[in-house]
């Protein structure tokens, strides 16, 4: 989708910590950073980054995709995923809520342009290229 002359807009937010877990291998590490980068050079994606210093984040403690359709006449929808189950919202006053939540965290990640920054210098230092 994301390849598409109308892509949709796409803003993650992410913690510095799973850049630092190895899920497989150094190699697919470095791969998967390479991609998140390239990604977010386009300009319908922004990708920031909540170092692990930021130490008030008000980030909740599972993931939220925040799913807004704009022009359309639909509402706006949180996805909640659980271990053995999701949610679907769709409640305005709850989705507020979680909107509210995503722009706080947002305020308090980098930039994108120092995101990207730091994505280069972790894939660099931990998981440089191999000779």
Known sequence: MLDRADAPQLWAVIDESVLW?????RQ???EQLTHLIDMAQR???????????VTNASAPAIPITYLRFGGL???D????E???????????????????TLDRLAD?????R???DMLRSTMEQRYPAEP
């Open 21 to 25: 877990r190895v899920l497989g291998s």
């Open 82 to 100: 659980h271990i053995r189950s999701a949610h679907f919202l769709e409640d305005r006053d709850e989705t507020e809520e979680y909107r509210l």
């Open 28 to 30: 697919a590490m470095r």
């Open 73 to 75: 006449d639909l509402p």
């Open 77 to 80: 929808i949180v996805y909640l």
């Open 114 to 116: 120092d995101s990207v």
């Open 108 to 112: 308090e990640a980098l930039k994108p």
């Open 43 to 53: 300009p319908h994606v922004v990708l920031q980054i909540v170092p692990l210093d």
